[in-house]
């Protein structure tokens, strides 16, 4: 019995090689990639065309974090949006502090009975000077400049 091999076809207006049968795998990779990078940064574009960090809103510079009726004393009030905390110890006195927690960096999210919570650990801040009341925190919460004009209330 005798095999027989056809051979291919020898026109050269029919392909052969990897483009007979498409791209070859090492062009569909690179596309497959370049696709990704440009997916990549067009999500870390901004689209307001600004510089600023993650978590500084548009209250810096000036522009009005909240009214002096808004931060109840004895308490505060949590700015989440600016990482920022505003408390009113006494009538009339105004303080700031940073709402990320000195431990492991969690947000606080509480202002109760004269303290500042953060719910990650259980620490607790006082509303006077942002120091430590409750562990496991060992390092107090760095105030923030904030202003006072009237009865409105902004980052410095």
Do not use: Y
């Not at 105004?94 to 004269?114: D, I, L, P």
């Amino acid at each position: 019995m005798t095999v027989s091999q056809e051979s291919a076809p020898t026109d050269p207006s029919v392909p052969t090689g990897p483009t007979a049968l498409g791209p070859c795998r090492r062009s569909v990779v690179a596309a497959v990639g370049a696709v990704g990078i440009a997916a990549a940064l067009t999500a870390c574009g901004s689209d307001d065309g600004g510089s600023q960090p993650a978590g500084n809103a548009s209250a810096a510079g000036g522009d009005a974090l909240a009214k002096t009726s808004d931060i109840p004393e004895g308490g505060g009030k949590i700015f989440a949006d600016q990482g920022v905390v505003v408390t009113q110890p006494k009538k009339g006195e105004f303080k700031a502090f940073t709402a990320t927690c000195t431990h492991q960096g969690c947000k606080v999210t509480k202002v109760e009975g004269g303290t500042i919570d953060c719910p990650c650990h259980g620490s607790k801040f006082s509303i006077e000077d942002g120091s430590v009341k409750n562990p496991p925190a060992t390092q107090p919460l760095p105030a923030k400049q904030i202003k006072v004009s009237g009865d409105s209330i902004s980052l410095a």
